[in-house]
């Protein structure tokens, strides 16, 4: 046998052969969940007709499904980890095939509603992936630097997906007559086929034996998710309903109420030897300051879509605006995805060789520098594409980065939960930053030749939120320990094969 052939057979059974297997199914996995998060948006002012509702209550949809998603990621990762993250993301996906079928034969608001909400199972799924990934490649040392290659793949897909999934719908749509059924089982199909793929093509992990789910540590986490994510949806909604100063009072103590929950949670998981979330690992200097980037790039990936909207819709004659029409609106928004694509691959690229830490860095730098731009220069086309582009590179860089980081930052058995949480925080700033944003543009709203149009003021605020939290994430991570996130010395045989590799000039999937 000669060298390269006994190279190639040493690296199938290697970390970089199994991930690279792993990553063609996932990449489907995560294309069919961007297809879910762009396929139903065009589809709004016809699922609201159908439904005889108000377009306001789509806003409904959004809160119900933020709630879920806060609540049952936790749970579901704990789950992955104890049990087997192949088992859960299965569940997971069969779950979010259930719901996609209850959403095209769905003939009342509250039934849609239900079924929206319990389609966010899907937010589980990029977690358990990483999860998958770096358990395997832990085996050979590699978990590290080939999870980090492998996540940028995955935000690859998952951004195009969303592409597909946005421009097939109003097509598909058109083709089918306006018939809103049969388009909404587009979506329902494609989640049925990836949960047959992960069936069939995933190879299960390896957990622990002896965990235990803390139930309790759950509830109370639960509680506490509950009273914040429902105290800033509230918060939004306040002008909606209005509600006046007595609704300020609520989202006060709900939120106070909320924090009240957390301490008792933290304090409580403290006591317990296998706690829901280690507190411990969370106070890790290669942790916390990833948890807080994630929340911190969630104020400007989940909370500033809106704004960015409306922006490019406003009249230009206000002195402000771009006075877009739909379709040119979402070709800003297009632009946008493609820009995190972009940072996803130079993510995916870079992270062979660049330290871990400074990308994180220059990724938070690059959302800061984004979206500072647009204080100036905000009035021309080219001005806000360039600005979006620049944010989006960032923000495509730590999308896939973050759940890697906290993969690699979390001892063994606790992958799944650590990469959960970075969605978790990442979750709660946007619905923390789309609160806020709401209150302050409606602030301004009508102050502006009578329009409805939020004031120029209210945008600056809404863009320097975003810029300080990407400045004030990158200055976090320098907390973090310059030798975080690296491999553990690579065994002998794993360098020795890829060593074979380069020098046979084979390419690489990853």
Same mark, same amino acid.
């Not at 996932?26 to 377009?55: A, K, M, N, R």
């Not at 990029?126 to 590290?144: C, D, Y």
């Not at 509950?226 to 918060?235: D, K, P, R, S």
């Given at each position: 046998?000669?060298?390269?052939?006994?190279?190639?057979?040493?690296?199938?059974?290697?970390?970089?052969?199994?991930?690279?297997?792993?990553?063609?199914?996932?990449?489907? !996995?995560? /294309?069919?969940?961007? @297809?879910?998060?762009? *396929?139903?948006?065009?589809?709004?002012?016809?699922?609201? =007709? #159908? +439904?005889?509702?108000?377009?306001?209550?789509?806003?409904?949809?959004?809160?119900a499904q933020l709630l879920l998603s806060a609540l049952v990621v936790p749970v579901m990762?704990?789950?992955?980890?104890?049990?087997?993250?192949?088992?859960?993301?299965?569940?997971?996906?069969?779950?979010?095939?259930?719901?996609?079928?209850?959403?095209?034969?769905?003939?009342?608001?509250?039934?849609?509603?239900?079924?929206?909400?319990?389609?966010?199972?899907?937010? !589980?799924? /990029?977690?358990?992936? @990483?999860?998958?990934? *770096?358990?395997?490649?832990?085996?050979?040392?590699?978990? =590290? #630097? +080939?999870?980090?290659?492998?996540?940028?793949?995955?935000?690859?897909?998952?951004?195009?997906?969303?592409?597909?999934?946005?421009l097939a719908a109003g097509r598909i749509f058109a083709a089918t007559g306006g018939d809103l059924r049969i388009t909404l089982l587009v979506p329902a199909i494609a989640v049925t086929l990836i949960a047959l793929v992960i069936w069939l093509g995933v190879p299960e992990s390896?957990?622990?034996?002896?965990?235990?789910?803390?139930?309790?540590?759950? !509830?109370? /986490?639960?509680?506490?998710?509950?009273?914040?994510?429902?105290?800033?949806?509230?918060?939004?909604?306040?002008?909606? +309903?209005?509600?006046?100063?007595?609704?300020?009072?609520?989202?006060?103590?709900?939120?106070?109420?909320?924090?009240?929950?957390?301490?008792?949670?933290?304090?409580?998981?403290?006591?317990?030897?296998?706690?829901?979330?280690?507190?411990?690992?969370?106070?890790?200097?290669?942790?916390?300051?990833?948890?807080?980037?994630?929340?911190?790039?969630?104020?400007?990936?989940?909370?500033?879509?809106?704004?960015?909207?409306?922006?490019?819709?406003?009249?230009?004659?206000?002195?402000?605006g771009l006075g877009l029409d739909a379709t040119a609106r979402s070709n800003v928004i297009g632009v946008y995805l493609v820009s995190l694509i972009v940072g996803a691959v130079l993510f995916a690229v870079t992270s062979r060789r660049a330290n871990p830490r400074l990308i994180l860095i220059v990724a938070s730098a690059l959302v800061g520098i984004g979206y500072t731009l647009f204080l100036p220069f905000h009035t021309e086309l080219w001005q806000v594409l360039l600005n979006l582009s620049i944010a989006g590179v960032g923000s495509g860089a730590l999308v896939g980065a973050l759940p890697a980081a906290a993969a690699a930052a979390a001892p063994h058995g606790q992958t799944g939960i650590a990469s959960a949480l970075t969605n978790t925080t990442k979750t709660i700033g946007g619905t923390f930053a789309s609160a806020v944003f709401g209150v302050v543009l409606a602030a301004g709203a009508g102050a502006v030749a009578s329009q409805t149009a939020a004031s120029l003021g209210g945008y600056m605020t809404v863009w320097a939120i975003c810029a300080a939290g990407g400045f004030v994430a990158a200055v976090l991570l320098f907390f973090v320990p310059k030798v975080a996130f690296g491999d553990p010395e690579a065994s002998a045989d794993a360098v020795a094969a890829e060593d074979d590799v380069a020098a046979t000039g084979e390419s690489r999937i990853i």
């Open positions: 046998m000669s060298r390269a052939s006994s190279a190639a057979d040493r690296l199938r059974g290697s970390a970089l052969g199994i991930t690279a297997g792993l990553i063609g199914w996932f990449v489907l !996995v995560e /294309l069919t969940s961007g @297809i879910l998060q762009g *396929f139903y948006v065009p589809l709004f002012s016809d699922i609201v =007709t #159908s +439904l005889g509702i108000h377009d306001s209550d789509v806003n409904w949809f959004e809160a990762a704990k789950l992955g980890d104890m049990y087997g993250h192949k088992k859960i993301l299965l569940v997971a996906a069969i779950l979010t095939a259930a719901a996609s079928w209850w959403l095209a034969f769905a003939g009342d608001f509250w039934s849609f509603l239900v079924a929206w909400a319990l389609q966010g199972f899907y937010v !589980v799924w /990029l977690p358990l992936e @990483i999860a998958l990934i *770096f358990e395997r490649g832990r085996r050979q040392n590699r978990g =590290t #630097s +080939l999870t980090r290659r492998a996540a940028g793949l995955l935000v690859v897909g998952l951004e195009a997906g969303a592409i597909i999934g946005a390896e957990p622990l034996p002896g965990r235990r789910l803390d139930t309790w540590g759950f !509830v109370i /986490l639960a509680w506490g998710l509950l009273l914040v994510t429902g105290a800033l949806v509230y918060m939004r909604m306040i002008g909606e +309903l209005g509600l006046g100063p007595g609704g300020w009072a609520w989202v006060a103590a709900l939120l106070a109420g909320g924090v009240a929950v957390f301490v008792w949670f933290v304090r409580y998981e403290l006591r317990q030897p296998d706690p829901a979330i280690d507190i411990r690992v969370l106070r890790r200097p290669e942790m916390w300051p990833v948890q807080a980037t994630a929340f911190l790039v969630g104020i400007s990936l989940l909370g500033a879509q809106g704004p960015l909207s409306t922006y490019a819709g406003t009249d230009s004659s206000l002195g402000y």
